[in-house]
């Protein structure tokens, strides 16, 4: 059989010379869930051996020329590397193959759990609202996501101040970044500098520990921005976004990402994930014989 400028064979079970069609279909929720967890499968395949291929290659059939990709991890990085065109694809395994055909024009394989390794995210992921700042590969995602996310709030200037801390935030684990945000936020927009937290225990007597489901994220749309960062089941965290109104601000991203599953799938390469702990910022705090006037009186916009 010939794809593209390729000829190969990709038995079904049971029947060594049947081809498995390549079936275009519409990419509604469903679909969206059947390729979460297809790579999935994939991960859990890779993580006991059972693939042929051993360093958790993605694979890509390029819907126009019908060409197979792929984009090896580099362990180094800890990134996936460059998209290199397959020339043998009967090197890999067949149930990759088949996810890479069944899922035409997306990267399908193994996931590793961190984010910003696939690229562009899908145009129907994307909203029209800018991610202002950009982490690049600079380690900046907890402070740029928030920025962009005050920059969309009005809060231009403190934009600006925030994102020239993203060095001093940089060398630091999540738990002291979070202490120096919520020591920061009050002065930096004190209508909306104390934080709602979610994932830690509060200081009542009796360590009441609010929980934060993406269920809740999902359906509970408010006009506070909400630093989320979220925990694989591993028990490891490390990439951070906001969210606000029914956006996504996430600093790998040149445009806000829609608030729903899908783009969390997308931007943690559809690894599970879980909300470890959310900041929201929402309540006004005045300094100590500074009393605050201004109010935030911004609503929820909807932008899908």
Not at 34 to 47: G, H, I
Not at 158 to 164: D, F, S, T, V
Not at 165 to 176: K, L
Request: a positive charge.
């Amino acid at each position: 059989a010939s794809i593209g400028r390729k000829s190969f064979h990709i038995p079904a079970p049971g029947k060594s010379n049947k081809l498995i069609p390549v079936k275009k279909v519409r990419r509604t929720k469903s679909w969206f869930n059947d390729k979460r967890q297809t790579n999935r499968r994939l991960t859990m395949q890779y993580k006991e051996s059972q693939l042929k291929d051993k360093t958790a290659t993605k694979l890509r059939l390029d819907p126009v020329t019908m060409d197979f990709y792929k984009r090896d991890w580099d362990e180094t990085s800890g990134t996936l590397g460059p998209a290199v065109m397959v020339e043998d694809i009967e090197m890999y395994d067949e149930f990759l193959v088949q996810s890479a055909m069944r899922f035409e024009g997306e990267w399908m394989g193994p996931s590793i759990g961190d984010a910003s390794s696939n690229g562009t995210a899908p145009v129907e992921l994307c909203s029209s609202v800018p991610t202002i700042y950009q982490q690049h590969k600079s380690p900046f995602c907890i402070t740029y996501s928030l920025a962009s996310a005050l920059f969309y709030c009005g809060f231009h200037e403190q934009a600006r101040i925030l994102a020239q801390q993203a060095t001093s935030f940089a060398g630091m684990d999540f738990d002291d970044a979070i202490v120096k945000l919520r020591g920061l936020m009050p002065h930096l927009v004190p209508e909306i500098g104390l934080a709602t937290v979610y994932g830690v225990a509060t200081s009542r007597h009796n360590r009441f520990r609010r929980e934060m489901t993406w269920e809740q994220l999902f359906r509970d749309i408010t006009p506070y921005p909400t630093v989320i960062i979220p925990i694989s089941n591993q028990g490891i965290a490390t990439h951070a976004f906001c969210v606000v109104d029914d956006l996504i601000f996430d600093s790998i991203t040149p445009m806000a990402l829609k608030l729903q599953q899908q783009s969390v799938d997308w931007v943690f390469n559809d690894a599970e994930m879980h909300i470890f702990v959310a900041l929201r910022f929402n309540t006004k705090i005045s300094q100590k014989g500074q009393k605050i006037k201004e109010k935030y009186r911004r609503k929820v916009t909807y932008h899908w």
